[in-house]
């Protein structure tokens, strides 16, 4: 063959590519578009056009859907992916067209309605499989095939019968399935915020958090690790991703903390659980609480207060522990570059940074003050962005319009994922409604626990951990607060506490093996064992285990009490962890003894104990308060006698 024979050969798949590139790019466009629009709602402001949310929400599940299907990752798109592209576009288009009239068809179950939705499931299914794996998807199959079971078994297992034809029709078009209020959170209030962070991120905002966290606390002992947790903090407040978050921050902070001295499995695990804390870190935080105030029909702020002091004493712990670690060791500074500037400085060539973050923080604080919704006050700050870092640009470097247009449109590959979690959730929210599965679980739960509340914690910790393994945060919270919160609210756990709850225990699957997703992504920079790193992060993230179960027995943790009981039980929830954390460790005020280690574990168990956990809980945390006393000054004081003896002269 000659090589003008090659070259259609060779061209043909280049133009396919080329035309697969430009799809994606006008897909991820026509998303972005429709949902700012819709957010600072131009079509009724300006075209006098008024549309039901529902038609929004198909349009953007249409678009998603094609997008997942024409930029997967087996290469370029195939004949096949191009045809279900056109199918979900055509489909999703059809019910944006004539959804008033097909919400009264409907209840009939239309021929075309049955297809249609039969068409759109499947593809929804194939298109989160693409982007977020085959876990999800096999627990809806499995619900799905339950649901056709759960009428012929007996007593509580036993479901209500529904049509196959009806089922399809719910979970495909009705407002409790597909397009209904978890996709709506996740393309009207989630979308804006991905937008906001990747503008942050290609504006220099991750390296301006990176820059105070190393000016900040780089000079102090084992520099190179708290320079890891406060960048993961500053940077998680936006994004609220934990993956993202290690790749943005760990691939300056790992690298660092190994050669400060740091074991490199330590350096990973540091960082794989400083960037799970930003999917608890306000005000942003993760897309499962804008879920969650969804589901408690609260404002997100009040999701945002509740979580505050969560957050502190995660991070809290974590700041203990590698502070310890470094004394331990011997970990003096970071190894920074020589003219990084100063603290100050820093924050003068990026003061523009935190002025649309301030903003975004007071509507939040203050919503009858600015009476803007949390997703169009997401947008403003945009905008605030990209016109500061147009003008100002950070330490010297300024963006292009060309290279903000790019952030603005990769935001549709951003938000991606989350766009199909929330049309899945709501495949499974629809399926466990329809048939009553929840409810049924709900009171399994309760008489597995013989109503005993511990044991309902303890049992609901592990089927959230259980159904986390290889699920996003999104997906795990839907189902968790689905089916495991009810229980907990239906003992008298109060409904913040409760699904805050399931949040943290199916969140902690990213950092605890056989899964840990955030563990792995680490490992991969530092280049050691993921399985490993897992275990080491399981041993630096170990107060994550404790944090749920302090907050459903003390509402004070989650700002539900007067503010001196909210500082005291603060203070003494903080002087526990870190008793714990030295325990771990093996440190104080000097490297600790086995049986000094155990009295540090034993006086922190005592403290962290829920005063209202038992009758004689409150007598504990006095137990454990003076135990703490008398460790630490033993302790100290065997450290003064130890420098004597080793003192000079």
């Given at each position: 063959m000659t090589e003008q024979d090659r070259a259609?050969?060779?061209?043909?798949?280049?133009?396919?590519?080329?035309?697969?590139?430009?799809?994606?790019?006008?897909?991820?466009?026509?998303?972005?578009?429709?949902?700012?629009?819709?957010?600072?709602d131009i079509p009724r402001r300006y075209f006098g056009a008024a549309f039901y949310t529902e038609q929004l929400l198909a349009v953007?599940?249409?678009?998603?859907?094609?997008?997942?299907?024409?930029?997967?990752?087996?290469?370029?798109?195939?004949?096949?992916?191009w045809t279900?592209?056109?199918?979900?576009?055509?489909?999703?288009?059809?019910?944006?067209?004539?959804?008033?009239?097909?919400?009264?068809?409907?209840?009939?179950?239309?021929?075309?309605?049955?297809?249609?939705?039969?068409?759109?499931?499947?593809?929804?299914?194939?298109?989160?499989?693409?982007?977020?794996?085959?876990?999800?998807?096999?627990?809806?199959?499995?619900?799905?095939?339950?649901?056709?079971?759960?009428?012929?078994?007996?007593?509580?297992?036993?479901t209500r019968y529904v049509s196959p034809a009806r089922l399809a029709v719910y979970l495909g078009l009705d407002t409790?399935?597909?397009?209904?209020?978890?996709?709506?959170?996740?393309?009207l209030i989630v979308v804006p915020f991905t937008l906001m962070g990747q503008v942050l991120g290609r504006t220099g905002g991750a390296n301006y958090f990176a820059d105070l966290a190393m000016s900040g606390m780089g000079k102090f002992r084992g520099g190179a690790a708290k320079i890891a947790v406060f960048g993961s903090a500053l940077f998680g407040m936006i994004s609220g991703a934990a993956v993202s978050n290690v790749v943005a921050v760990g691939i300056v902070t790992i690298p660092l903390m190994a050669r400060s001295g740091f074991a490199r499995a330590k350096a990973a695990a540091i960082e794989a659980v400083g960037s799970t804390g930003g999917q608890l870190m306000p005000p942003v935080m993760g897309a499962a609480a804008f879920i969650m105030a969804e589901f408690l029909q609260v404002s997100y702020g009040a999701v945002v207060v509740a979580a505050l002091i969560p957050a502190l004493l995660y991070y809290a712990a974590l700041f203990f522990h590698v502070d310890l670690e470094a004394a331990k060791h011997r970990i003096g500074a970071a190894q920074v570059e020589e003219d990084i500037p100063g603290f100050l400085e820093i924050l003068r060539s990026g003061w523009h940074f935190p002025v649309p973050i301030l903003f975004l923080?007071?509507?939040?604080?203050?919503?009858?003050?600015?009476?803007?919704?949390?997703?169009?006050?997401?947008?403003?700050?945009?905008?605030?962005?990209?016109?500061?870092?147009?003008?100002?640009?950070?330490?010297?470097?300024?963006?292009?319009?060309?290279?903000?247009?790019?952030?603005v449109l990769d935001t549709g590959r951003a938000a991606l994922d989350i766009v199909l979690i929330g049309a899945a959730a709501g495949m499974v929210v629809g399926a466990l409604n329809v048939s009553?599965?929840?409810?049924?679980?709900?009171?399994?739960?309760?008489?597995?626990?013989?109503?005993?509340?511990?044991?309902?914690?303890?049992?609901?910790?592990?089927?959230?951990?259980?159904?986390?393994?290889?699920?996003?945060?999104?997906?795990?919270?839907?189902?968790?607060?689905?089916?495991?919160?009810?229980?907990?609210?239906?003992?008298?756990?109060?409904?913040?506490?409760?699904?805050?709850?399931?949040?943290?225990?199916?969140?902690?699957?990213?950092?605890?093996?056989?899964?840990?997703i955030a563990a792995y992504a680490a490992a991969n920079i530092a280049r050691v064992s993921g399985w490993t790193t897992g275990w080491v992060s399981v041993a630096v993230g170990w107060s994550t285990f404790f944090i749920p179960f302090l907050f459903v027995l003390e509402p004070a943790l989650l700002m539900n009490a007067p503010w001196h009981a909210v500082a005291w039980h603060l203070a003494r929830n903080l002087l526990g962890i870190f008793m714990g954390t030295a325990a771990i460790v093996g440190f104080g005020f000097i490297p600790l003894t086995l049986p000094m280690r155990l009295g540090f574990g034993a006086a922190a168990?005592?403290?962290?104990?829920?005063p209202n956990a038992f009758p004689a809980a409150a007598m504990l945390?006095?137990?454990?308060?003076?135990?703490?006393?008398?460790?630490?000054?033993l302790n100290y004081m065997r450290s003064r006698a130890v420098r004597a003896q080793t003192a000079p002269g």
């Open positions: 259609p050969d060779a061209a043909a798949p280049a133009a396919a590519s080329r035309a697969a590139s430009l799809a994606n790019d006008i897909l991820q466009g026509l998303l972005i578009l429709c949902v700012t629009g819709w957010v600072l953007c599940l249409g678009i998603s859907l094609a997008l997942a299907l024409l930029s997967g990752r087996t290469g370029r798109p195939r004949w096949f992916d279900g592209a056109a199918l979900a576009l055509a489909i999703c288009g059809y019910i944006a067209v004539r959804y008033e009239a097909l919400t009264y068809e409907l209840a009939m179950l239309p021929v075309e309605g049955i297809v249609g939705s039969l068409i759109l499931i499947v593809l929804t299914l194939e298109a989160t499989r693409r982007t977020s794996g085959a876990v999800l998807v096999i627990i809806i199959l499995a619900l799905v095939a339950y649901v056709f079971i759960g009428p012929n078994l007996p007593g509580d297992f036993q409790n399935g597909m397009i209904g209020n978890i996709l709506g959170v996740a393309v923080i007071a509507t939040l604080a203050w919503p009858e003050i600015f009476q803007i919704p949390i997703e169009r006050a997401a947008v403003y700050a945009t905008g605030m962005m990209i016109v500061l870092s147009l003008l100002f640009g950070y330490r010297g470097k300024k963006v292009t319009i060309l290279q903000m247009g790019r952030a009553g599965i929840a409810f049924g679980l709900t009171l399994q739960l309760i008489a597995i626990s013989g109503e005993n509340l511990f044991i309902l914690l303890l049992l609901t910790a592990i089927v959230s951990f259980v159904l986390g393994m290889g699920m996003p945060t999104v997906s795990v919270y839907v189902l968790t607060a689905t089916l495991l919160a009810p229980s907990l609210i239906k003992l008298g756990v109060a409904p913040m506490a409760a699904h805050m709850y399931v949040m943290y225990f199916g969140m902690l699957s990213m950092i605890t093996p056989p899964v840990a168990l005592a403290i962290l104990m829920p945390d006095w137990i454990g308060l003076a135990a703490s006393i008398a460790v630490l000054s």
